[in-house]
């Protein structure tokens, strides 16, 4: 799942404050030689799975928006207007079934893209990250645009009434998801693609 070495390339980004966690589930699942073992929903078997069957070398790429809370809305925003932030902007390149580095959109700068508190969560700025990580890192084979509460629902499931320890299709949560328009999947290996 994660490479001997994993390169953090912008671990100083503000954006790895949210990120930090899923490395460390990550590594938490990493360690596990416990089959049966699950974190909400998720198993090493299930991302080990999904990792192997992507083409190499690739990235993923994945970026959660939150509206503003009316306290937080700045003088850019006329007219009270909900202002969205990114509160997570994550590139996992992964290379033969691994991943090897991981960098916040902080770093897809180097290639033009634009200060992450001026990225918006529409169809410009989804365009200009997924070039930009394909400039920087690998083709993309999967982007997520989303916002918090479906990142939460999709990443950590309602545990109302389910056993703790139930395997869940992360990837038929997702696509369930997206079909209800509440997530945006791009990338080589969708029906979408974005170049």
């Known amino acids: 799942m994660l490479a001997q070495e994993v390169a953090v390339i912008d671990g100083d980004s503000p954006l790895w404050e949210r990120a ?17 073992y699950v974190w909400h929903g998720w198993t090493k078997g299930q991302i080990e799975a999904f990792l192997r ?9 994945v970026a959660v928006w939150q509206a503003a809370l009316p306290e937080q809305l700045s003088a850019q925003t006329p007219g009270g207007e909900a202002a969205e932030q990114l509160m997570l902007g994550l590139v ?36 200009a990250i997924l070039r930009a990580a394909h400039a920087l890192v690998a083709p993309v084979a999967w982007a997520l645009f989303t ?18 320890q139930r395997v869940v299709d992360k990837g038929a949560l997702l696509t369930a998801l997206a079909q209800a328009g509440r997530c945006v999947l791009l990338g080589t290996q969708t029906a979408h693609r974005y170049l």
Do not use: I
Request: aromatic share 6%; hydrophobic share 40%.
């Open 20 to 36: 930090r966690g899923l490395l460390n589930a990550a590594l938490l699942l990493e360690q596990q030689n416990d089959e049966g």
């Open 53 to 61: 069957g992507l083409p190499s070398p690739c990235c993923l790429v």
């Open 92 to 127: 996992c390149e992964v290379v033969e079934g691994e991943v090897r580095s991981l960098r916040t959109f902080e770093a897809l700068r180097a290639a033009g893209l634009k200060a992450v508190d001026q990225l918006e969560p529409g169809y410009e700025d989804g365009l």
């Open 147 to 164: 916002d918090w509460q479906t990142w939460n629902e999709w990443l950590l499931g309602s545990d109302e009434g389910l056993p703790p």
